[in-house]
């Protein structure tokens, strides 16, 4: 594998869509029409590599990688219709948001695949402000390795004062020299350990920023798109707190550089430049002793001339975290499989297959024993209840566990419970808990958001009975 090489930062032309968005809001009238923007699915061309190799064939809304920078306030309705211009069909999934149930975008679960050619009109209003993120649910190993993916923020009502919020998409591609994203989405040596790992790891500013001054205070809204690649990432030069983890705002900002993400999780950071003027604040990806500059960030003088107070909470949301919890419904939850994983059979589609006859079928994980989405439910529970799901790894690798349609928090050595996410980043061998409380009507699913595990197996659903 190469090293992960420097990147030179996005060089991504996002103007078509920031005068696109422009031209509505300054068109009255204009929201009352049944007039939908649409988000279009389709192959486009982008630089993802350094200037001196070709750009890259993607798959992109909008044809852009990211796709466009969804932006609300709190309470704004999200309407876009999806044109599928692909050759496969698709989907949008809104991670992290908590969508009624039909908006979840799930093929076979709360939606067809949208086939080529067609589209699906998607609308909701998010109830939580934050950082939240969309991305193609069908054929995703593919459809996201291939950039199907974008950034949805909702505003705070009265967002804290910063002098730049940035978001930082992070991914981790598979290139070839002459630009091309490898096909091999189908590796099962992939699939059975760590899952499809790149070698050209990219952080895209939005927007696109190059220059900061000296005591600038910045909120950095960091993402991991990586199929997936779990990631260390390190600010230097840059000293603050961890103002919010998967949307969600902690109750108490937490002193630190760095945040470990696995894929698809988030993690909002309000920071001050520390950096001597003419130095560079950086964001760098740490992997065992080596660390590699994502973004680097000239600072210049200039700003306010001394450093800035304490960082405030972010305002809370609908959504509060839960003091203690007594769960209502149990559900246990056992991952196997894997290499090194001793895995010797399990249930495929209702029939028990030996290891031999469930590689055939491309499927390695398994949760309670049942490899891919079983046909009942990990449970079914009224909405109100609250729900524990004790998750057990029994396999070797670790494995980034999200639930859709919920937040939950983890269960603690002490009988605390954790600050709010929507995926849990589960080491090998660990016993973890989670808690929530099920108030979203529907079936959702419950999957390892590394997206080479989902695809061989681990999956299973929830059903919440209105
Ligand atoms: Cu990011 Cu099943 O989703
Ligand atoms: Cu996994």
Not at 100 to 127: R, S, W
Not at 323 to 336: D, S
Request: with cysteine; hydrophobic share 40%; glycine share 10%.
């Amino acid at each position: 594998m190469n090293p992960i090489q420097k990147p030179q930062g996005p060089r991504l032309n996002r103007r078509t869509f920031l005068a696109g968005t422009a031209a509505l809001a300054a068109t009255p009238g204009f929201a009352h029409a049944e007039t939908i923007p649409r988000l279009v699915a389709r192959p486009a061309s982008a630089r993802i590599l350094p200037a001196e190799y070709p750009e890259t064939p993607i798959w992109g809304f909008d044809g852009e990688v990211p796709g466009p920078l969804l932006r609300l306030k709190q309470g704004e309705r999200l309407m876009r219709t999806l044109v599928n211009e692909l050759p496969q069909p698709t989907s949008v999934h809104w991670h992290g948001v908590r969508v009624p149930n039909a908006m979840d975008g799930v093929p076979g679960m709360t939606q067809d695949a949208v086939a080529p050619g067609d589209q699906f009109d998607y609308a909701f209003t998010p109830p939580d402000a934050g950082t939240f993120w969309y991305h193609s649910h069908n054929q995703s190993t593919e459809q996201i390795a291939r950039g199907l993916y974008g950034l949805l923020i909702v505003d705070e009502a009265e967002p804290p004062e910063v002098d730049h919020d940035i978001a930082v998409v992070l991914d981790d591609w598979r290139l070839r020299e002459n630009g091309e994203i490898v096909d091999d989405f189908d590796r099962m040596h992939d699939w059975t350990h760590a899952g499809r790992i790149g070698n050209y790891v990219q952080a895209s500013l939005l927007p696109r920023v190059s220059q900061l001054r000296r005591h600038d205070r910045v909120r950095l809204r960091l993402v991991n798109v990586a199929v997936d690649r779990i990631m260390k990432i390190g600010l230097h030069g840059l000293s603050g707190a961890l103002v919010a983890l998967d949307g969600m705002p902690l109750q108490t900002p937490e002193h630190t550089d760095h945040v470990i993400l696995g894929p698809a999780q988030r993690a909002d950071f309000i920071v001050d430049v520390t950096a001597d003027e003419g130095d560079e604040a950086l964001i760098a990806i740490h992997e065992r002793e080596e660390a590699f500059v994502l973004a680097d960030l000239h600072v210049s003088g200039g700003g306010s001339s001394s450093a800035r107070g304490a960082i405030n909470p972010l305002p809370s949301n609908p959504l509060v975290p839960l003091e203690t919890a007594q769960a209502t419904t149990e559900a246990r939850l056992i991952m196997e499989g894997g290499a090194m994983g001793g895995l010797r059979q399990g249930i495929w589609k209702g029939e028990r297959l030996s290891i031999q006859q469930l590689v055939e079928q491309g499927q390695v994980w398994t949760f309670n024993g049942v490899a891919g989405l079983p046909e009942a439910p990990l449970v079914e529970v009224a909405v109100g209840d609250i729900v524990e799901i004790p998750m057990q790894n029994d396999t070797a690798f670790p494995h980034a566990i999200h639930l859709h349609g919920h937040h939950f928090q983890e269960r603690l050595a002490d009988g605390a419970l954790g600050p709010l996410r929507d995926t849990l980043l589960m080491d090998r061998g660990e016993t973890r808990s989670i808690v929530f409380r099920a108030d979203n009507p529907g079936d959702w699913l419950l999957h390892c958001h590394m997206l080479s595990h989902q695809k061989a197996g681990m999956k299973t659903w929830i059903r919440v009975a209105a």
